[in-house]
């Protein structure tokens, strides 16, 4: 004998609903047969993730929005001044940086530096447009940019066509600091009409040079180098 778990009457057992509530009468042994339906999926959801084409796309949209709209308010609005000048600038400096990860990825590393030195000049440039002289971009600001994308480009080939290891690359980073900071230094003396001498340029040559002296050392003998790698574990 059943009965109706909604009002209790009992039930026959050919009977498929109650006669009193209309409950449906269901078997228990039927229940137990079934599968269980689960209260989360089994399989979770796939996204497509984004490319890199796309996240490049966003990129140059939301940088030429800003560098349209400050233009826009500098010329109509808030005419004092080319201040546009310096975001219009940023936006270009940023989407050339992020060209090669973000946008296209094919470009030669030497094509991408030059790239970038030259976005760099182009920014520096429109600096010196809201500025009262642009004598500091020609005799500093200049040279130095061309200066530094040289030496990268430099390091550039020496990593891919010379030696990629941890020892020449830092052969080639202590060979350059130097050089780099000495051509500061010179263009800044020139740029203030000092006397052409080295003073805190010559502080970081000297010990560069002993480091460089001491990694050619290394690296020219087969048997201190693996000993210093692994001591070193690279």
Known sequence: MSYCVNCGVKLEESLTKCPLCNTPVINPNILKRME???AYPQKSATME??????????????LSATAISCGLLNLFVFRSGMWSL????????????????VIYSRIPIYFSLLFDGFA???????ISRVTPSDH?????ALPITLLVTFEMIVFAFLYRKVSHSFLAIALYFFIEIPILCIGIELLTRLYFAAPVRLVWSAIVLVPCVVIVFALITVLSRKRLRDSIRRRLHF
Do not use: N, Q
Request: hydrophobic share 60%.
């Open 136 to 140: 500091w971009f020609f005799s500093l």
């Open 49 to 62: 993730e984004a490319r890199r084409h796309d996240w490049g796309i966003l990129l140059t949209i939301v």
């Open 36 to 38: 269980p339906t689960p």
């Open 120 to 126: 760099v000049v182009v920014y520096l440039y429109m």
């Open 86 to 101: 310096l975001i219009i600038g940023a936006c270009i400096l940023i989407w050339v940086f992020a060209l090669p990860t």
